[in-house]
């Protein structure tokens, strides 16, 4: 009888975890947030999950990290469910910018001066202004709320650390609100936009978090375990092309090509992917390479894909 592929990974992943896991000594972890410098250099784990909810765990899968840029994928899908299409994109477009993930260059250089997609800080921060609620306080409640469900995790919570460290020092991105602001971008006080943005960046999860988050996304915005309907496929589907176009920063056509996934990695070195249909997959890394991607996450996920022919191309 032939083995299945979740029992061939289920045999193949340590393995590929400690070799890619050599690659970490040929990184850097982030330090412009202080408290990511803390992060383990050498830790690589991966965590897989079908609709099934068969899993697959190899290497370092039960570090918690926070989220960092992957929250923006859930942030703007949550904007969408507020606001509806127009309502989002009025304010944030729909291209990648080939600039840095926290440049603020285009701004002021292309009219009319909103940021150019969802998932760069300028348009993760716009997208903060649109979360509803009352106040700062409510509108991170409903984020936490939203991540928690999509995670099947009631205990998910903020890394108090991270977050006072990135609002202590985010003198970039305050700027960069301040700019949106002045632009008609942002709605409210800029200090409360901040304060939601900081917050859903701190937000810290394990590699099954991920895979739960990216196994909705995988099936069209509905849990295939419980049946439940999340997220409208809409919405879905124009997050899966962010991810696709801009999620894994100025390495997305590169990544494009060998991995052929959505997917969207954040500055701790996490990764959330997915192959359609069929799996949900988190993964961390904290060494990144000079795009600011997980190095050894890329590398494995490139092996998983080549092997298993996942490309969607
Ligand atoms: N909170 C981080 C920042 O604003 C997120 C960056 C990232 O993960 O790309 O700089």
């Not at 002021?108 to 001066?113: H, I």
Request: proline letters at 4%; charged letters at 15%.
């Amino acid at each position: 009888m032939s083995l299945t592929e979740i029992q061939r990974l289920q045999t193949l992943l340590p393995t590929w975890v400690e070799t890619n896991r050599l690659l970490c000594a040929n990184g850097k972890v982030a330090s412009y947030i202080p408290e990511l410098a803390k992060s383990p250099i050498d830790a690589l784990g991966i965590h897989l999950i079908n609709a099934q909810g068969n899993s697959v765990s190899a290497g370092n899968s039960e570090l918690t990290f926070t989220m960092q840029s992957i929250s923006k994928v859930f942030t703007l899908i949550l904007a969408l469910m507020d606001n509806g299409e127009s309502g989002v994109f009025d304010k944030v477009g729909m291209e990648p910018t080939g600039d840095n993930f926290n440049s603020m260059l285009k701004l002021e250089l292309v009219q009319p001066g909103i940021p150019f997609n969802p998932l760069i800080n300028a348009g993760a921060i716009a997208i903060s202004s649109l979360i509803a609620g009352e106040s700062p306080t409510e509108k991170s409640r409903r984020v936490l709320e939203f991540f928690r469900l999509l995670s099947n995790n009631r205990s998910l919570d903020y890394d108090l650390d991270v977050y006072r460290s990135e609002s202590d020092t985010a003198n970039l991105n305050r700027s960069m609100a301040y700019f949106l602001k002045d632009n008609g971008v942002l709605e409210g006080a800029v200090e409360d936009v901040l304060d939601v943005y900081f917050r859903h960046c701190s937000i810290c999860v394990t590699c099954t978090d991920l895979a739960q988050m990216a196994l909705v996304l995988a099936h069209n915005g509905t849990n295939p375990i419980t049946g439940e309907e999340l997220i409208p496929r809409r919405y879905v589907q124009i997050a899966k092309t962010f991810m696709t176009t801009c999620g894994m920063y100025n390495a997305s056509g590169e990544f494009a090509i060998q991995v052929g996934l959505p997917a969207k990695s954040g500055v701790s070195g996490g990764i959330l992917t997915l192959v359609p249909g069929r799996y949900g997959i988190g993964l961390v890394g904290p060494s990144l390479n000079r795009k600011g991607n997980s190095i050894a996450g890329v590398a494995l996920l490139e092996q998983m894909s080549q092997t298993f022919d996942w490309s969607l191309f």
